[in-house]
């Protein structure tokens, strides 16, 4: 059985950091590429980043560019989402998605694979 398991997540003041996880079991994605998605109080869930297979190339969404970086390690077979820079208006929770494919997706349809979600709060 396929698992994304996020960790991570909690309450931050703004301008902090927050190092998000996402481990894979059940199979490996090695050559497929992830990505991070959020949902914030009220809105639909929206794409934040992603990343290729080998990591080679990666996709933010506007907000977050220069303040979030993507990254993976095959070895642990593990997904991760350094986030500085937070503001409140990161608040959400942030789900980790993988999907069949070697290229990157912003399309939240293209992932059959996701996590249940980490929470993360940042306070003014």
């Known amino acids: 059985q396929v698992q994304l398991v996020e960790s991570g997540g909690g309450l931050v003041q703004a301008g902090g950091s927050l190092r998000l996880s996402c481990a894979a079991s059940g199979r490996t994605f090695h050559t497929d590429a992830m990505a991070w998605f959020r949902r914030a109080p009220g809105k639909e869930r929206e794409f934040v980043a992603s990343?290729?297979?080998?990591?080679?190339?990666?996709s933010y969404t506007d907000s977050v560019k220069g303040r979030f970086s993507i990254s993976r390690n095959h070895a642990e077979n593990t997904l991760f989402l350094q986030m500085g820079s937070l503001k409140p208006e990161d608040t959400a929770v942030y789900y980790c998605?993988?999907?069949?494919?070697?290229?990157?997706?912003?399309?939240?349809?293209?992932?059959?694979?996701w996590g249940q979600g980490t929470e993360v709060t940042v306070s003014s």
């Open positions: 998605a993988a999907r069949t494919h070697f290229k990157e997706s912003t399309d939240i349809s293209d992932y059959p694979y």
């Open positions: 990343i290729n297979w080998n990591g080679g190339s990666t």
